[in-house]
């Protein structure tokens, strides 16, 4: 299989057109996989020969694995610092080698993007390349504990407790005090009108 014919592109194309391409030919086929029939099969069957020849273009185009980059994350740390997580995802796509660092990089992205499902099956990918990290077995107990619990809020954890009792409980509670605050304050306008 010439991985460059299956995108379209020939060999000595700029790796910035190869992945554009890429990523445009992944959201078609992504999108395809999930229609009825034929069609849905077809799409499945692309996109696993698409992620096949860009493995091997990757390859080809000597992108960093993350053992040459000498497992330095420190851009993708400052990214996901300023809240450039799509910059950060970039380049972590970038990288073949899919090592116990890379995937606890990849929870952390997922956490701040609320996906706390992808989160925990990344961090647990992670313990299961590096069984001996208690870096990544702390943060795993953390994230079980607050995906477990739903008056923890994620981006308080740590934070002194709240002793204003309307900044307590979860979202619904906080919704439901509101309206039954607003419902008697209604209710005595309209016995006083």
């Known amino acids: 299989m010439n991985p460059y014919k299956v995108l379209g592109k020939e060999k000595g194309d700029s790796f910035e057109e190869l992945k ?60 996901i610092r300023l809240g450039k997580l799509t910059n950060a995802q970039e380049i972590m796509d970038n990288v073949t080698l899919r090592d116990g660092k890379w995937h606890y990089y990849q929870s952390v992205i997922y956490y701040k993007r609320d996906w706390m499902q992808e989160s925990k099956k990344q961090l647990e990918l992670a313990i299961e390349c590096e069984p001996d990290n208690q870096k990544y077995k702390d943060t795993l107990e953390r994230l079980v504990k607050v995906m477990g619990n ?44």
């Open 150 to 193: 739903p008056n923890t809020n994620p981006r308080n954890m740590g934070a002194p407790p709240v002793e204003d009792p309307m900044m307590t409980g979860n979202c619904l509670s906080n919704c439901c005090m509101a309206y039954c605050c607003s419902e008697l304050c209604c209710s005595a306008m309209r016995c006083c009108g």
């Open 20 to 79: 554009a391409r890429y990523d445009e030919l992944k959201a078609i086929y992504s999108e395809q996989r999930f229609k009825e029939g034929e069609e849905g099969n077809e799409g499945a069957k692309k996109l696993t020969e698409l992620e096949d020849a860009w493995a091997m273009i990757l390859a080809d185009c000597d992108v960093k694995t993350a053992e040459e980059m000498g497992n330095d994350y420190s851009k993708v740390e400052e990214l």
